[in-house]
Structure formats: C-alpha cells, structure tokens
C-alpha cells in the first residue's frame, strides 16, 4: 500500500489547514511502513502554473461577453487550481506507483477522475475527504464566492457523480455526513461513507505564567484570542464588534492567529473605535498562545469539524464557540456553545472574562473532553481499514 494525499493548499496554508490534520496521519502511517505522500500547489511547476494562469485569462475573457450570475473569474481560479492538482495526482501515480489516491476535496477528485480516464497506467483507487460543512459547492457560495443558481446546480450534479464514483468518502463529523447527502439530495447514505474524526491535537502545554512571559503579554490584562484563516466564513469582524461593546472593568486584549489580509479588519476595528490595536501573528507553537490566552473565542459561520476548538479544550483555555455544523458534536460540554448572534458573543465574553470560577469550570470540562477524544494512533487505524477495504487487502 502505497498512498498520497493531496490537497489544493500552498506551502503557507499548511500552518493554519489541513498541514495540521495530516501530517500527524502521515507521520504514524509511516511509523506503520507505510509509504504516504503530501502534495499541494508547491509541488506543481512553472509550465504548469503557467498554463492555469493562461486558460483562466482566456475562460475569463470568453465570460465577460455574457452576463452571469456568477463570480466567475473568482469561481474559475477555485476550480483550475484544484483541477490542476487533480491532474497533478495522476502524475504522481504514473511516476511513483501509488496505490490509493486521497483528495483532499471533490474537485481535485473531478480533475483526477477525469485525466485518470486518459492514462491506463493510473490505476489507484481513490476516494475523497470533504473537509466544509455540507456539499462542497455549499462550502464555496459561504466563502464568498458568488454562484448562480444554473451554476450551482451543475457543480452539485458533478459533485454527485464524484462522490458515487469514489471508493471512499469521508467527513469528519457524522452530522457532517448526513448535511452533505441532505444537501445534495441522495437518500440513501452509500456504505463507503465513513465519519473519521480528526485526532486529539498534540500541542506544547506551558504554565500560563510561562506563556505570557515568553509572548511579551501583561499579567493584569485579559487576553481574547481567536484562531483561523482570515476569511468570511470565520466572521472575525462579529467577534470585532462584540469586543469593541464590552462592559467590563478588566483590561483586555484580543490577538488573531492567522494568515490573510489584515486590512479590512484594522479598518473595522478603526470604526468601531477600538482603545487597543488588535495583535495579530502567525506561529508553528499554537499551545503557546492557548496557554497565555484566558479566553478562546470561535464566531465561525460554519465549521465541518474546528480543529482549533479541539486545540483550545487540549490546552485547557476556556473556550466560547459558535454552535454551527459540527461543532457541538466536537467541543460536547466543553466550551460554552452560543449562537451565532452579536448579543449571544457579548454576553458569553462578558460572562466568562468577570467569572473566574466558571471560566475555569469550563477549561476543566474541556481538558476533560480531550482527554477522551481519540488520540493518532486510533484514527490511523480507521484510515488504513478503509484503504485496504478498498483493495480487499
């Protein structure tokens, strides 16, 4: 059994996506002698991306003499550089001999389907993980992409026909299962569909004097910290605003780990008349911040699964969380679950930073929650029943 995972990522994005979910799978897997490989946009080459640039300028030329509904330069970037990983898979598969092929979202999947059918010499089995809540063209239309309906409809008909042709899909979450057979209208749930959690986050534990001292942080002030992609599905301009109305006598500070454009939000935050500047970093040491942090807060619009809830309720942070997708079937009783609401953020922010007690009943219910999670060496072993059902090995 050789296998490669693929993804849509680049090198950056590995600190904050998927790197972080998979290269601990990968790691026990080869721990097992297994062979498994991580491929994402930094493995394609020049002439490669040069081309995708090339049919995106021309498809987007042909677009602009008829009016869509659609974003659909935006919506052809999305699909070329999935696409293109697709076909990148196909070449590694020729090259290599791999022997299952795990695409990272159904798209990928399409575009090594489709140049799959071209080679007769690439004959993996293959099958896909959706990592959004819900079908995968759901998942972009929430991130800001906007989608006709004749659009959407035809990328829910090839999702479809993706998702029937795999030899496995997998979500983590078993609502997240159910929302994307829901959304995409198939009744009968196939029976290579599995839910394989993500597992228990290994991350550095400090002692919070440790932590703050290291990060520069002020003992006297209450720091709020917020973790995730800079992006519209993340909602950090609502988590802005309810900090911005807080009624409380504790200095606070809140810190944004994430990679983006910070622009737009240093000019919310510069409405709303924010009294400190907003920290934001990027790091490789998450528990380091969890660890000085004396609140977590996650105001997502969606979540599949929330790797970094499950990283704050690790660390022992107390944690507010939006009870959206998978969520709650994640964090349990484990962080203070809200509505994704302004006045439900404010008063749990407010609850939690002026109650110590219960702020830290909370964190011991979360550290409680993730000792039980399953740890790496549990879901490896449902990854590799799956792969060799596969191939009946």
């Known amino acids: 059994m050789k296998i490669l995972m693929v993804t849509r990522e680049t090198q950056a994005e590995k600190r904050y996506g998927l790197g972080r979910s998979l290269m601990p799978l990968i790691l026990e897997f080869r721990q097992r002698g297994i062979t498994v490989d991580y491929i994402c946009q930094t493995n394609l080459g020049a002439r490669s991306v040069l081309w995708q640039h090339r049919i995106h300028r021309f498809f987007t030329g042909l677009a602009q003499i008829v009016k869509f509904e659609t974003d659909f330069s ?17 070449k590694f598969v020729v090259r290599h001999g791999y022997t299952h092929v795990h695409c990272h979202d159904p798209i990928i ?33 929430k991130d800001g992409v906007k989608l006709g309906k004749f659009v959407m409809r035809l990328m829910q008909y090839l999702e479809v026909s993706t998702l029937l042709s795999a030899n496995w899909v997998i979500a983590p979450t078993n609502i997240g299962i159910k929302q994307i057979a829901d959304d995409l209208k198939i009744s009968k749930l196939p029976t290579n569909w599995h839910c394989v959690v993500h597992a228990r986050p290994v991350i550095n534990h400090y002692s919070k004097e440790e932590a703050r001292k290291r990060l520069g942080w002020d003992d006297n002030v209450a720091y709020i910290l917020g973790v995730g992609r800079i992006a519209p599905v993340k909602q950090f301009p609502l988590l802005l605003e309810a900090c911005a109305r807080l009624k409380i006598k504790k200095n606070f500070q809140l810190v944004i780990l994430g990679e983006g454009d910070y622009n737009n939000l240093k000019i919310v935050a510069k409405q709303l008349k924010f009294a400190q500047e907003i920290q934001f970093a990027i790091t490789d040491d998450i528990g380091l911040y969890l660890c000085a942090a004396d609140l977590y807060v996650s105001v997502s619009a969606s979540e599949s699964f929330g790797l970094a809830n499950l990283e704050a309720l690790t660390s022992g942070t107390a944690a507010i969380c939006t009870a959206v997708g998978g969520v709650p079937e994640v964090v349990g009783n484990g962080a203070i679950l809200i509505d994704s609401t302004l006045d439900s953020l404010i008063t749990a922010i407010q609850c939690l930073l002026e109650d110590d007690e219960l702020r830290q009943l909370i964190a011991q219910k979360g550290r409680a929650r993730a000792a039980e999670w399953p740890n790496i060496v549990q879901v490896t072993d449902a990854y590799e029943a799956i792969y060799r059902k596969a191939t009946n090995n």
Request: glycine share 12%; aromatic share 14%.
């Open 74 to 90: 935006v919506l052809l970037q999305v699909l070329l550089e999935r696409i293109n990983m697709g076909r990148l898979a196909v």
């Open 109 to 141: 999947a399409t575009g090594f389907r489709f140049f799959a059918g071209f080679n007769l010499r690439c004959n993996a089995v293959w099958g896909i993980t959706e990592h959004g809540f819900g079908c995968y063209t759901q998942a972009i239309s």
